[in-house]
């Protein structure tokens, strides 16, 4: 779960980030997905702002999110004030064996920041000082979300001030690679257990992309990996602290999903991974994999 170097070359946006009452834990911790919300403040109005993004758009080619990675770090934190949060992204793309790009991606860095703090009780020690809260990288692949399915893949592109394969080569992590136990792990579970019922995608889990926002399947998933764990008597108060997600197939409204969740512990710390398999579906054919520590 580890969150790629940022390349040197970047320009760094900053912004507040709206913190809701919710995305602060009891003890005082950012939730994960909470991270997420300075992705577009920082980024995506930036990127969309430049004449090769809009150029990309009017063609149909549009950034849609393939991998995250999402690290949260100690606090505590109050609700307020807002988190500030500074980002940065970058083109680059995957090599094919033939030449060119196999694939053509946007990364995103985020790193959120906030003061140390507390809601209710006395301050806390080292209160009022500005500590990272958490780290996110969100990579991005370029699609043709709405073409017919043979012509979706972008390997190339055409818009002002952006080369045809643009930014630094980089290998690519395979969806089946996040889903895999660390070196030395002790399962928990011999092997991925799949939940007992599955779960139905409704409208209130879609955005305007037309499928299941992303961040639908970190909260699903973290809690079936609550519940493996209770399984195995591990009942206290966890919260996932970081988290790695690939996502190889979309979702829509309507469609129902089982997780598969095989726990584990390693370096005297808990985590789990997982997929969601469609109801009916091919096990070894699952829409989203991911990889989650407590």
Same mark, same amino acid.
């Given at each position: 779960? +580890?969150?790629?170097?940022?390349?040197?070359?970047?320009?760094?946006?900053?912004?507040?980030?709206?913190?809701?009452?919710?995305?602060?834990?009891?003890?005082?911790?950012?939730?994960?997905?909470?991270?997420?919300?300075? +992705?577009?403040?920082?980024?995506?109005?930036? +990127?969309?702002?430049?004449?090769?993004?809009?150029? #990309?758009?009017?063609?149909?080619?549009?950034?849609?999110?393939?991998? #995250?990675? /999402?690290? @949260?770090?100690?606090?505590?934190?109050?609700?307020?004030?807002?988190?500030?949060?500074?980002?940065?992204?970058?083109?680059? !793309?995957?090599?094919?064996?033939?030449?060119?790009?196999?694939?053509?991606?946007?990364?995103?860095?985020?790193?959120?920041?906030?003061?140390?703090?507390?809601?209710? @009780?006395?301050?806390?020690?080292?209160? *009022?000082?500005?500590?990272?809260?958490?780290?996110?990288?969100?990579?991005?692949?370029?699609?043709?979300?709405?073409?017919?399915?043979?012509?979706?893949?972008?390997?190339?592109?055409?818009?002002?001030? +952006?080369?045809?394969?643009? *930014?630094?080569?980089?290998a690519r992590?395979?969806?089946?690679?996040?889903?895999?136990?660390?070196?030395?792990?002790?399962?928990?579970?011999?092997?991925? /257990?799949?939940?007992?019922?599955?779960?139905?995608? @409704?409208?209130? !889990?879609?955005?305007?992309?037309?499928?299941?926002?992303?961040l639908v399947?970190?909260?699903?998933?973290?809690?079936?990996? #609550?519940?493996?764990?209770?399984? !195995?008597?591990?009942?206290?108060?966890? #919260?996932?602290?970081?988290?790695?997600?690939?996502?190889?197939?979309?979702?829509?409204?309507?469609?129902?999903v089982r997780?598969?969740?095989?726990?584990?512990?390693?370096?005297?710390?808990?985590?789990?991974?997982?997929?969601?398999?469609?109801?009916?579906?091919?096990?070894?054919?699952?829409?989203?994999?991911?990889?989650?520590?407590?």
């Open positions: 779960m +580890l969150i790629p170097e940022i390349p040197d070359d970047v320009e760094w946006g900053e912004a507040e980030v709206p913190s809701r009452f919710e995305d602060v834990a009891q003890d005082g911790r950012i939730q994960l997905g909470a991270m997420l919300h300075g +992705l577009g403040r920082t980024n995506w109005r930036r +990127l969309m702002k430049q004449p090769g993004s809009k150029e #990309l758009m009017s063609q149909g080619v549009v950034p849609i999110l393939t991998r #995250l990675v /999402v690290h @949260g770090y100690d606090g505590p934190f109050a609700v307020d004030p807002n988190p500030q949060a500074r980002g940065a992204f970058a083109f680059s !793309h995957v090599p094919a064996e033939t030449g060119g790009a196999e694939r053509i991606l946007v990364g995103m860095w985020l790193e959120v920041r906030a003061p140390i703090g507390a809601v209710y @009780g006395a301050p806390p020690d080292r209160a *009022g000082e500005v500590v990272v809260a958490g780290r996110v990288y969100a990579e991005h692949t370029l699609t043709r979300p709405f073409a017919s399915p043979g012509e979706r893949r972008v390997t190339k592109i055409d818009a002002p001030g +952006l080369d045809a394969v643009p *930014g630094r080569a980089t992590v395979l969806p089946t690679d996040v889903a895999k136990l660390p070196a030395g792990a002790t399962k928990l579970d011999p092997d991925p /257990v799949a939940e007992p019922s599955s779960f139905v995608f @409704g409208m209130m !889990h879609t955005d305007w992309n037309q499928h299941v926002n992303s399947y970190l909260r699903l998933f973290e809690e079936a990996a #609550l519940r493996r764990m209770k399984a !195995h008597g591990h009942s206290g108060p966890l #919260l996932a602290r970081r988290a790695e997600i690939a996502y190889a197939k979309p979702s829509f409204a309507g469609d129902a997780v598969s969740v095989q726990a584990y512990e390693h370096e005297g710390k808990l985590g789990a991974t997982g997929a969601f398999v469609p109801e009916g579906g091919a096990a070894e054919k699952p829409t989203c994999f991911v990889h989650l520590g407590f």
